[in-house]
């Protein structure tokens, strides 16, 4: 079992920052990679952007590239994404989440959430305009 807790979220203006953090604890050594997803309200769950665990290879969403950044450290078993010139539709329930099955081969990342097997409660981030 792996166990996801995400913190950083909250409210800022339209082009402001954010950074989320999600600390991973229990089995930890089974992890490939880790992603974020967001949804909004009304809509179904989106894929932001995913990072390998051990090499930190990441792949974003076209919509947050040259925005949001994935960086993991691995001492700490902590992922983070510092989100800059954020925009009202990045507003939307952030979630992290775990593929400690293997389904990210060390070239492909996966961005259905199917392929993630454990997941944070999520942290709401608000963009106001």
């Known amino acids: 079992q792996v166990q996801l807790v995400e913190s950083g979220g909250g409210l800022v203006q339209a082009g402001g920052s954010l950074r989320l953090s999600c600390a991973a604890s229990g089995r930890t050594f089974s992890i490939y990679c880790m992603g974020w997803f967001c949804q909004a309200p009304g809509k179904e769950r989106e894929f932001v952007a995913a990072i390998s665990w051990s090499g930190g290879n990441t792949y974003y969403v076209d919509s947050v590239k040259g925005r949001f950044t994935f960086s993991r450290d691995n001492a700490k078993n902590t992922v983070d994404l510092q989100m800059n010139s954020l925009i009202p539709e990045d507003t939307a329930v952030y979630y992290c989440?775990?593929?400690?099955?293997?389904?990210?081969?060390?070239?492909?990342?996966?961005?259905?959430?199917?392929?993630?097997?454990?997941w944070g409660q999520g942290t709401q981030v608000t963009v106001s305009s």
């Open positions: 989440a775990a593929d400690a099955t293997g389904y990210y081969s060390g070239s492909y990342f996966r961005s259905s959430s199917r392929y993630y097997d454990y």
